[in-house]
């Protein structure tokens, strides 16, 4: 059984930092894109960034580009968002998420609702 879970979320400044981490099992890395998406309270979900672990390559949407940074640990079935320089627009319910055998940039772009697996997510508060 698949399972993610996802920490790391907070209250924070507007410029400040947090780190996400996705604490995952029940599935390889090798057969799937990796990423998290955001959902505001009123707000379509939004995918963020995406990761292909058997390649390296990575996506992000243009709203976090050299903001955020997204990351796996294979060996420890964990991935990471590392969120520098948040604005109050950051705020939102973040989640971890997979797509099966996609690229970074295909899971990036596609709508949430055909993501196959995804976590119930953690908070991220961004304060002006």
């Known amino acids: 059984e698949v399972e993610l879970v996802e920490s790391g979320g907070g209250l924070v400044q507007a410029g400040g930092s947090l780190r996400l981490t996705c604490a995952t099992s029940g599935f390889s890395f090798d057969d799937y894109a990796i990423g998290w998406f955001r959902q505001a309270p009123g707000k379509e979900p939004e995918g963020v960034s995406s990761?292909?672990?058997?390649?390296?390559?990575?996506y992000y949407t243009r709203s976090v580009k050299g903001r955020f940074t997204i990351s796996a640990d294979n060996d420890k079935n964990t991935m990471y968002l590392q969120m520098n320089s948040l604005k109050p627009e950051d705020t939102a319910a973040y989640h971890c998420?997979?797509?099966?055998?996609?690229?970074?940039?295909?899971?990036?772009?596609?709508?949430?609702?055909?993501?196959?697996?995804w976590g119930q997510g953690t908070q991220v508060t961004v304060s002006s």
């Open positions: 990761m292909s672990t058997s390649d390296g390559s990575t």
């Open positions: 998420a997979l797509v099966h055998g996609v690229t970074a940039q295909a899971m990036g772009t596609r709508s949430i609702y055909e993501y196959d697996y």
